[in-house]
């Protein structure tokens, strides 16, 4: 599904943000992404949405090389990659139904689809109940839940989360944890870039961990009973 | 496609909803920036109306020492109409030259007591095209007067057409580089005010963009913004300049005391108005793409 080859990127002419990356990552995976700040996580992740363009290699996603995608062919990759932040990313004049169907009015689908379709994933998040509220008014969790609806609500290929649990307690960090292992058991392919180490070892998925840019260790995933709890 | 239009025209509307303070910021903008390029143009378009009937006075009269038979007068009335410029051409005859003498010196009739019409002398008086009457035309057509036979002597006030005419383009001049000006900064206000109501909702942008809308999609929405919010602007300045104008502009007569004609103010024409608005229109419009070009990047 997600395939780089000696991809290198460097910011400015001396700091090298990548440095020679070689990964694969298949269909229906389930990754973290680890390392110090700085090291390159959210650089990386950048990459597989197209919103940076690497210095040397390539990226392949699903078997299309963004690296050779011309500006009008960003978007379409777009529409089959979610990403969640871990500032969440969220329209606060708008409601939480209206910050979920955004996904949808840009794919064209109509008004009677979108209503369905966007309560349903709401319903999975389980924040229903709000979904004429405007963000501003949810708790941190009920926020991230939110950015979570807004990525998954098109069936996504591939999803990718940047320190998505950064801003949240422990409870909070389970469900938001649950969902992307539930999106997962759906065949959608999830990566997640955290230094939270909890988050890491309790979920027994396959670890990259990246130093100054470099991919230092990787550990493939473990199944445990933990592992088919959820 | 219509689906889509309408889809982003309801999207234009929502935005404007839930962002009613940029809104209302930037139609306020558009509407002060347009009220003050619209009141320039109002007293500038009256200026050159004034101009234009003082311009009546410029006028050429040619002198004849004796009265003029009805087959002369025809004769020369034809040759001088043939001349390029001309729009009317009037013959004085002595007792009208006496006449005019005599209401001239009202009050002072006396002096003109024993005076006989013989003394005075007849006249053609010609009355130039609003094209004709520069300073560099007048002399021209005089000179082309003076190659008629017959005609010797012909005064059209040197010194007043070429003050008149200096004054008016001094008056152009300064009009075109005040308007200019004016232009200028209405641009640069509202192209900035634009500029920061969009980076106020950046965030919009990267979230359209982050769930793969295509660049015109993130735009339709905010050009339409921009075209309602230009219309609007426009719309009440024109609305703010007709009120102002029927509150007390349309009696300010003694403004352009100057003009013997003038009983006030005249309203912008039709097509001035049209402009405005098209103006408004359009500055919203570019206003808003010129700021979008900056903003979104894939």
Redesign the interface.
Known sequence: MIQLHNVSLAYQQDASALNNINLNIGKGEFVFLTGPSGAGKTTLLRLL??ALTPSRGQVLIDGQNVTRMT??Q??????SVG?VFQDF???H??TVFENVA??L????WGRTDIGKKTMHILKQMGIESKYNLTTQRLSGGEQQRVALA?ALVNDPKILLADEPTGNLDDANKNQILNIFKEANIRGTTVIVATHDRRLIDQSHKRLITLVKGEIVEQVEKETTDNDQTF | MGGRAGFFLSRAVTNIRQNVFVNVVTVGTITLALLIVSLFLLIFVNLESAADNWSERVQVTVYFDKELTLLEQNTLREKISALSGVSRVSYVARDEALKRFKSRLRGQETLLEGVRSEVLPTSFEIALKRSHRETASVESFVSALKRIPGITEVQYGEEWVRRFNSFLNFMRLIGGLLGGFLVMAVVFIVSNTIKLTIYSRRDELEVMSLVGATPFFIKAPFLLEGLIQGTAGSSIAVILLFGLYEGFLHNAGGFLTFNPTASGLSFLPLEYIGGLLLAGAMLGFIGSLTSLKRFITV
């Open positions: 949405y197209g500006p009008a960003i978007p379409l990759l777009r529409r990403v990313k969220l329209l004049n708008r955004i996904t009015e840009v794919l064209g807004r």
